[in-house]
């Protein structure tokens, strides 16, 4: 007795084809399915407050540092406390329904409970200040926050994605004094200007694996 | 014993043929003695025995590889100096037993030697389940269990590419392909035999499982035409990997410049070692495998004698390979590597190092004699020495080089932990519960095979026939 009836020799092509489709299916998968490309980009959570950088550093055009304070001298670029919102709400929009949680913040201070939005893995060291006093530009990594009514990933943050800019920053250095302008345009192919600013700076960004995996 | 029909095979007669199997000689007894231990209600006794030890220790092996992944790799004894321990020494061990199994069904199939064919599907079996053991201990080393497809070249977001000047890298390609074509030679083999358990089958359940694994196998001329084309093309496939694979093992030490490991002797001396060793395992399992299943006549003495001259010549190549390290550690002149052998024959662990020449080099000395060549319990006790001796030659290399190299100050002493050894000890559970598994279910001896050296498979003058003897 066969188990296999005749027709099962016209499965036969099928099966290696089947086969190889499985193989380039698994490797299509790890490299573009489990990318952070694909899997985080375009993460935007909703805030407890729905605070719009579209409005307050595009509109009114706040510079990044005057919430984000500490980006310029620490790892971290500092979620504003609740304090610096009170700076002007104290007196603008007091009543305001939507800032509910920042005024109860303000009385029991207890922190108002942001959501993460670019969150690295534990196991790598990034600094701030590193990238922001050599002209890396805030657009580069956060995208036109400006434009953002609810901010969101615009970039992959994968591991690969910090080396191709270690491996090539000229293209996204600038002046520093120009590192939070959100519609700077060079007037020179920026990566000549990025050069320059790598030779005055003398920046080689490392790429060996305890530059960032600490 | 005495009155042993090998005793036919006429050596002042060139041109007789072996007697290579015992007992009734005609094609359907052969049949009938290999299905009949997968188609007994029942397995004898001493399997139940047998396998309710032997899972007991795989389950103790799964319970120790949890332990071990959700608490990191500190479990085991490895630290500085030593990084690598008892999980490299029985990855070697395990990679090590697995070439007898290839060498005696490609490289023996290529030389003609026809008495392979009773023993070769058993051997092949081995050599999967003791790759599976040696696969284990790499994968679960990295300690990140999960992270272990890092080791192939799979395009990811990291832009992480394996290290191509790796010799670690070149073991990962060596043992996966020795794995996937001694898997796909194995089963090969098998297929016109499970078409045979197929065919006798007398439940729907078995008609189907073997159906199944049979291909729909009908014993047509074009099949065996196929087949025999297949199996030649696939020996050949299989022949430089005996000789590759265990190269390439050697290479994770040799490209290193850890004295002891760095000597260009490691390839050969590895080899010549894996094939020591793999055939002692043989021995060790088939001695009492033939008993358990009443396959004496179809193993007979021969065949166990025949590769106990095989474990004779490789014994005396290793002693010769551990002479010649001495030798050059000498005559090199480099008071490092003269240090290293000085301190791994009288250093903090001589006792392995000599425990290790015994089993090696003395014990398998005895096989010379054929008295005890084809005595069984000699045999099986040499086999069991040759076991020994090659964990503790693995053992002996590893770790006498790592706790004593160039720095002094950072010399250290190896002690494994209880889950070093209960690991080792459940590998050995996990390679035996799958031999008996097999014994059970799977036809121990190539039938189809053994059926090409019976007198009725050459009328003209065939195997150990009288005719033969004096034909030509």
């Known amino acids: ?214 | 014993m005495t009155a042993n029909p090998t005793s036919a095979l006429h050596l002042d007669e060139p041109y007789a043929r072996p007697i290579l199997i015992d007992g009734d000689r005609d094609l359907a007894s052969v049949t009938r003695r290999v299905c009949g231990v997968v188609e007994a209600p029942k397995p004898p006794r001493a399997w139940y025995i047998a396998i309710t030890i032997t899972s007991a220790m795989t389950v103790m092996l799964f319970a120790m590889v949890a332990y071990l992944i959700v608490t990191g790799v500190g479990v085991w004894g490895n630290n500085s100096p030593a990084f690598w321990g008892w999980d490299i020494v029985n990855f070697v061990f395990w990679v090590g037993i697995a070439h007898a199994g290839t060498l005696i069904s490609a490289i023996l199939f290529l030389l003609r030697q026809k008495w392979r064919t009773s023993i070769n599907r058993a051997a092949e079996a081995m050599t999967l389940f003791a790759v599976c053991c040696a696969g284990l201990y790499p994968s679960i080393h990295v300690g990140r269990v999960w992270l272990a497809y890092w080791l192939f070249p799979v395009p990811n977001q990291m832009q992480m590419w394996p290290n191509f000047r790796s010799p670690l890298l070149w073991d990962v390609f060596a043992v996966s392909t020795y794995a996937i074509v001694s898997l796909l030679f194995w089963y090969m083999g098998l297929v016109p035999d499970l078409a045979t358990l197929r065919d006798r089958a007398t439940t729907k359940l078995r008609k189907g499982l073997y159906g199944f694994f049979a291909l729909g196998w009908c014993g047509s001329a074009r099949h065996w035409q196929r087949y025999e084309r297949a199996y030649l093309i696939l020996a050949a496939l299989a022949t430089p990997l005996v000789l590759s694979v265990h190269s390439v093992v050697s290479f994770d030490f040799a490209v290193s410049q850890v004295p002891g490991w760095h000597t260009t002797i490691f390839p050969p001396y590895f080899v010549a070692g894996a094939i020591f060793s793999g055939f002692g395992m043989v021995v060790t399992t088939m001695v009492p495998a033939r008993e358990l299943f009443g396959l004496k006549e179809l193993v007979t003495l021969k065949h166990l004698e025949n590769m106990n001259k095989v474990i004779l010549a490789t014994g005396s190549m290793v002693g010769l390979a551990y002479a010649t390290e001495f030798f050059i550690a000498w005559y090199g002149g480099n008071p490092y590597e003269r240090f290293v052998f000085l301190n791994r024959a009288l250093g903090p662990y001589w006792w392995a190092y000599w425990l290790m020449v015994f089993c090696n080099v003395v014990a398998p000395q005895f096989l010379w004699f054929k008295k005890i060549r084809t005595s069984l319990w000699t045999m099986f006790v040499i086999s069991i020495f040759v076991n020994i001796g090659m964990w503790l030659e693995r053992f002996v290399i590893v770790v006498t080089s790592l706790t004593r190299d160039y720095l002094p100050t950072s010399w250290g002493y190896f002690k494994p932990t209880a889950v070093d050894v209960c690991t080792f000890a459940g590998t050995f559970g996990l390679f035996l519960t799958l031999f008996l598994l097999f014994c059970r279910f799977l036809p121990m001896v190539a039938i189809a095979e053994v059926k090409t050296v019976l007198p009725a498979a050459h009328p003209h003058g065939g195997h150990g026939s009288k005719e033969g003897a004096h034909h030509g």
Request: aromatic share 8%; hydrophobic share 35%; with cysteine.
């Open chain 1, 1 to 214: 007795m066969n188990f296999f009836p005749k027709w099962c020799n016209g499965l036969r092509t099928l099966a290696g084809a089947g086969a190889a489709a499985a193989g380039l299916y698994v490797v299509a998968l790890v490299a573009y399915g489990a990318s952070p490309k694909t899997l985080n980009v375009g993460f935007a959570p909703e805030q407890p407050v729905p605070f719009s950088h579209a409005m307050h550093a595009g509109e009114l055009g706040l510079d990044c540092r005057y919430c984000h304070t500490t980006v310029e001298h620490g790892a971290r670029a500092a979620i504003p406390p609740t304090e610096t919102c009170m700076n002007c709400h104290t007196r603008i929009r007091p009543q305001s329904e939507l800032l509910a949680p920042v005024f109860a913040s303000w009385s029991d201070g207890a922190s108002v409970r942001w959501k993460r939005v670019h969150d690295l893995p534990d196991y790598v060291y990034f600094d701030h200040s590193a990238h922001v006093t050599r002209g890396v530009a805030c657009i580069s990594c956060h995208g036109r926050v400006d434009t953002m009514e609810r901010v969101r990933q615009e970039q992959p943050l994968s591991m690969g994605w910090c080396l191709d800019c270690h491996r090539n920053p000229t293209p996204n250095l600038r002046p520093p004094e120009f590192v939070t302008a959100m519609e700077w345009t060079p007037d020179r192919p920026a990566a000549e200007i990025g050069a320059e600013i790598a030779q005055a700076k003398n920046i080689q960004p490392s790429t060996d694996c305890s530059t960032c995996h600490r």
